[in-house]
Each structure stands twice: as C-alpha cells, then as structure tokens.
C-alpha cells in the first residue's frame, strides 16, 4: 500500500523546525512497511515558507520515501490546497493533517489503525465522546462545535466532528468527489458529499491542541457565513455530487 500525506502550509515559517523534529520519525516509521510520500503545499505564502520547506525538506528523500512539494503563487485558501494536493497524489491512501500542531504527527498511525475493510474514511474527532481539547480559543470552538452540531443534523448523526482536516482517505473516495469551496468549508464539503454519497466514515476520538506557534489563518466571519450557505444548499438539497477524476501531477505553481 502507497501512502499520501498532504500538509497545506500559509505563511508557517516558523513552524517549518518543529514539522521536521515531529514528522520525519513518524514518517520514516511508516516507509519501514509502505512507500510513503509526503505533499508539502505551499499556499501563496510570503514569509519564505516555500523556500524553508524545500531547502529542509529536499534533502530527506530516502528509499520508500518520498517529499514532494506543491506551489500557489497567490494565496488561494485551504480547500484550493487540498484539490491541489489531491491532484498530485498517488497513494491508494491519503492522509491531511495541519501544519500548525493543532494535531500531533504521531498520531497518524492510530489513525490509519481505524481504517478497517468496512470503513471508507477516517476523520479525527475531538468531539466525539472520547475526545478532548486542550488550550483552544473559545470562538474557533464555537464555530467548529456549532458547525458540526448541524451538520449532524442535516447529514448523519452519528459522526461528530464535521470540520476536522485530520483525516485519512481512501483514494476512491476522492476520485469521486469534487471541492468547489477555496476555503476552509472545503474539509466539511468532503465529508458531507462522500456522506451522501453512501460512502462509510468512522471516528478517532483525538485531542485538538491550541497551535504552538504563529497565528490561526481562519478568517471567522468569512468562514461561518460559507458553512451556513453549503447547510442551506444541504437542506435544499441542492448539493453538486458529479464526479471528478483526480489527475496525477507533478510539481507545478499555480
């Protein structure tokens, strides 16, 4: 089995360190028994992430593994990264996760644990019963809760984190799927498309952490208006599910 792991990165370069000190013993783990690849996305930063993220990160390619890097010239939000990144892989498994320690790297092995025959997609879940938070600004806890609280009710009830990037795919899934939002709704626009679609999600009760360094990119008002919009499209039921083939490229700026 091929593992993809997707990091969309804004203007992190001081995160760049830490990546490296808690990724590579994680990654080089999972190269032990799958060839792994790691898709770094730069999403238009200006602080020299790009160039922190290739000058740290080129030199570690190694048998079975494999760091890849994608650019934005501009700036053009998370769900833009993702299609971006998504185009690029190659794994029959891909994994997203944060770059700014809002979930640890080494718990993407329990994570990948939970993605059992009859599951399609794992998604960490910080609300689920079993799952914790720790340190997080109570404002994006009201969005994200109250996110997810209707998302429930409008898709499935039992899955209880709907805005959560720390997730793990099978290729299938995203093959199948098309992200039309540029922004940070793009990560609940997966979930709730590959719901109705009738594909299987389960749940790793997780700790979502306050980030370590820098400042959070989610632009509040912004983001809370575009959930609610996909929620009345949902309601409405007037939700795009054509499918979309994913394309494998290489590195490029876009």
């Given amino acids: 089995m091929k593992l993809t792991l997707i990091l969309p990165l804004y203007n992190e370069v001081e995160n760049i360190p830490k990546i490296e000190e808690e990724l590579l013993p994680v990654v080089d783990a999972l190269s032990q028994t799958s060839h792994v690849e790691v898709l770094l996305i730069d999403d238009g930063s200006s602080d020299g992430t790009w160039d922190a993220l290739v000058d740290t990160f080129s030199r570690l390619n190694r048998h079975n593994l494999e760091f890849r890097f994608e650019r934005h010239s501009i700036n053009q939000g998370l769900g833009a990264a993702l299609r971006t990144g998504f185009a690029a892989s190659t794994g029959d498994v891909i994994i997203t996760t944060d770059g700014d320690g809002s979930?640890?790297?080494?718990?993407?092995?329990?994570?990948?644990?939970?993605?059992?025959?009859?599951?399609?997609?794992?998604?960490?879940?910080?609300?689920?019963?079993?799952?914790?938070?720790?340190?997080?600004?109570?404002?994006?806890?009201?969005?994200?809760?109250?996110?997810?609280?209707?998302?429930?009710?409008?898709?499935?009830?039992?899955?209880?984190?709907?805005?959560?990037?720390?997730?793990?795919?099978?290729?299938?899934?995203?093959?199948?799927?098309?992200?039309?939002?540029?922004?940070?709704?793009?990560?609940?626009?997966?979930?709730?498309?590959?719901?109705?679609?009738?594909?299987?999600?389960?749940?790793?009760?997780?700790?979502?952490?306050?980030?370590?360094l820098g400042t959070s990119k989610v632009r509040l008002i912004q983001t809370i208006l575009d959930h609610l919009r996909f929620q009345a499209l949902i309601l409405f039921h007037r939700i795009n599910l054509k499918p979309m083939v994913v394309q494998t490229m290489g590195s490029r700026e876009t």
């Fill in 103 to 212: 979930y640890h790297f080494n718990e993407i092995p329990n994570l990948l644990s939970h993605l059992q025959p009859d599951v399609d997609i794992v998604t960490a879940s910080p609300y689920h019963p079993d799952g914790n938070v720790e340190g997080v600004a109570g404002y994006r806890l009201l969005l994200s809760r109250g996110s997810s609280f209707l998302y429930r009710i409008l898709v499935d009830w039992r899955i209880n984190t709907f805005t959560c990037l720390f997730r793990a795919y099978r290729r299938e899934v995203l093959e199948k799927i098309t992200v039309e939002s540029d922004g940070y709704r793009g990560v609940t626009e997966i979930l709730v498309k590959a719901l109705l679609m009738g594909y299987r999600a389960g749940e790793y009760p997780a700790t979502l952490h306050k980030r370590s």
